[in-house]
């Protein structure tokens, strides 16, 4: 089965963003709807509550003023007070049935209608022309049985406010516990969603970072995959074009080095074998300016010659982690060796070197790092003045190896040091005070370092003036970041 793959990053995070969103909108819905329910519960529970209490009220006001009316027409026989006996009486119908229609407790609902059988009994009696005024007067004694009856109405309307209360207590409480049933089920399905589409967008950006990364490691050898969405997978076959490409101008750098030094070392070794040829007045006796002329061939033949053995060197740094395997280095024994090599120097120039090398034990390769420490170390002297100081440090901390040299000369400007790793380049304080170099010492530095994953800086010195250069290390030779 074909897998299916989105076609770009956007559609991606589209839909996983709807997706996620989803069950957090479910869960929304389905708490506002609990909500929405339970306050139409509430308002109904309240609304029945505060009409019954208030119409049981009424209804016993009412039979109280109808009790008053005829009462006084059965004694005064006045037409008027039984006129308004008849309005009392209507308004008490009209409330009575109100709250029947209204009213859902059996009991109440029951009294309600017992109260109007009654009432409807006394009225008829009243009502009726046949009988005489003392039967009348005994059925009038029955309007306190119907107040006892109304009382009880009302009585039985104040409980069921609190039953009310009690069941809109059970609905809240079931509304709850139903949203928190919700959420438990929906919140995980949008954690897990967003795990999962996490890793689909994730996985991707890894691969290219670990592309990338391999890439500024010059690992050319590695072919680049990725997977995930199209235009993610366009961008890693685009970086596997690159890195073909970059594959070939390595081994073609790599072999024009190889070639070119290679063939300037055979002419420059019959020039410099001329030279001593002269210098050894084989040919014949030589005037002291043609004596001066020949060491000045010989000084710059010299200098050629190490030229094209930093080109070599350099060249040779690429391939040099095929060749051997990395071992267990002691820095400090190497680092002391190196400043062993330069005590001569540092005397004959008077400078002052001041180390704190700590026990730093680092997997990688011997010549590399002898190359890396001498080459910082031969910077930090040519660019020293006579009776300056040179301070050199070793140490580990978290994992890592810090190596520092630095010195109290004229020090890097800051527009420089972005490029004076780059190979052949000579920063223009080097070419003001005439100091001789290949441009290639700190990029040998540079490149020693990348070889072990590390990495160089340039410290703006405590001082003031000079260059401090540190170079750090993974200890057991993973890389950086």
């Not at 029947?100 to 009432?119: H, I, P, S, T």
């Not at 040779?316 to 400090?332: A, V």
């Not at 140490?395 to 010195?407: A, C, I, L, N, T």
């Amino acid at each position: 089965m074909k897998r299916y793959r989105f076609p770009s990053l956007f559609t991606l995070l589209l839909v996983s963003f709807v997706l996620v969103l989803l069950p957090l909108l479910l869960a929304l819905g389905s708490a506002l709807y609990s909500l929405e329910k339970l306050t139409g519960y509430s308002q109904a529970a309240v609304y029945r509550s505060v009409r019954s209490t208030h119409g049981s009220r009424v209804l016993l006001e009412h039979l109280v003023a109808m009790e008053r009316s005829a009462k006084q027409y059965l004694v005064l026989s006045d037409e008027a007070l039984f006129d308004r006996y008849r309005a009392s009486r209507e308004n008490f119908v009209a409330e009575l049935r109100g709250l029947r229609e209204m009213v859902q407790e059996n009991d109440l609902n029951r009294l309600l209608a017992k109260l109007e059988g009654y009432e409807f009994d006394l009225y008829t009696t009243l009502l009726d022309p046949r009988l005489e005024m003392p039967i009348k007067m005994a059925a009038a004694d029955q309007f306190p049985y119907l107040r006892q009856l109304a009382n009880q109405i009302w009585q039985l309307s104040i409980q069921a406010v609190g039953m009310n209360l009690e069941a809109l207590e059970k609905q809240s409480q079931q509304s709850r516990q139903q949203t928190i049933r919700h959420l438990r089920i929906l919140l995980p399905v949008a954690v897990l969603l967003l795990v999962f589409f996490s890793f689909l967008i994730i996985r991707p950006i890894r691969q290219l970072d670990g592309a990338i990364r391999n890439l500024g490691d010059r690992d050319f050898e590695q072919p680049i995959s990725v997977q995930g969405p199209r235009d993610l997978e366009a961008l890693g076959r685009r970086l596997d074009w690159l890195r073909t490409r970059l594959r070939m101008l390595e081994a073609e750098k790599q072999r024009f080095m190889r070639n070119i030094s290679h063939e300037l070392k055979t002419p420059l070794a019959n020039i410099h074998e001329g030279i001593e040829l002269l210098d050894d007045q084989v040919v014949g006796e030589l005037t002291s300016e043609q004596a001066e002329i020949v060491q000045i061939l010989s000084d710059n033949a010299g200098k050629l010659y190490r030229m094209i053995e930093d080109l070599i060197r350099y060249s040779q740094l690429q391939r040099l982690e095929e060749i051997i395997r990395p071992q267990k280095i002691d820095m400090k024994s190497l680092v002391e060796e190196v400043i062993d090599d330069y005590r001569v120097r540092l005397r004959a120039n008077e400078i002052r070197l001041e180390s704190r090398l700590a026990s730093v034990k680092l997997n990688g390769f011997a010549d590399l790092l002898r190359s890396m420490v001498d080459n910082l170390l031969s910077n930090a002297v040519k660019y020293s003045p006579r009776g300056s100081k040179i301070k050199v440090a070793l140490f580990q901390k978290e994992g890592m190896m810090y190596f520092e040299v630095g010195d109290e000369g004229p020090g890097i400007p800051s527009e420089e040091r972005k490029r004076v790793f780059d190979a052949l380049y000579q920063g223009a304080t080097g070419r003001k005070l005439g100091i001789e170099g290949t441009g290639l010492g700190l990029t040998i530095v540079n490149e020693c370092a990348v070889m072990h994953h590390g990495q160089v800086e340039i410290l703006d010195p405590p001082t003031g003036t000079g260059t401090c250069f540190r170079v750090v290390i993974p200890l057991n030779g993973d890389r950086l970041g």
